[in-house]
Nanobody, 128 residues
Framework: QVQLAESGGGLVQAGGSLRLSCAAS????????MGWFRQAPGKEREFVAA???????YYTDSAKGRFTCSRDNARNTVHLEMNSLKPEDTAVYHC??????????????????????WGQGTQVTVSS
């Protein structure tokens, strides 16, 4: 497993943007599939985006066209650029990592139970 730490959350007005970062300590992320999940109060943790070691990506439908997931293996970080934010995007955002070798299967990487390493999360609040 790898220790992960998110940053970049905050309070933003609807229509605004935030850039979340996820950094790893002690181990390289270059072989990890990385996911972004979010959890709003009273709701289950839900998939937002995932990126494979080679840069392939999946997004949940609500994130397509607004969010961009990227990785910088040289800096051992993963980012989630969020634009056109809506109040319903308000949640605690977590990054997660798991090594899958060359596999990058939608049904696998969209399930939070399939990730073994998690950050503590960063709060994103979008006001209307």
């Amino acid at each position: 497993q790898v220790q992960l730490a998110e940053s970049g959350g905050g309070l933003v007005q609807a229509g605004g943007s935030l850039r979340l970062s996820c950094a790893a300590s002690e181990r390289t992320l270059s072989t990890y599939t990385m996911g972004w999940f979010r959890q709003a109060p009273g709701k289950e943790r839900e998939f937002v985006a995932a990126i494979s070691p080679s840069g392939r990506k999946y997004y949940t439908d609500s994130a397509k066209g607004r969010f961009t997931c990227s990785r910088d293996n040289a800096r051992n970080t993963v980012h989630l650029e969020m634009n056109s934010l809506k109040p319903e995007d308000t949640a605690v955002y977590h990054c997660a990592g798991q090594e899958y070798g060359g596999a990058f299967v939608y049904a696998v990487v969209t399930d939070p139970n399939n990730f073994g390493s998690w950050g503590q999360g960063t709060q994103v609040t979008v006001s209307s």
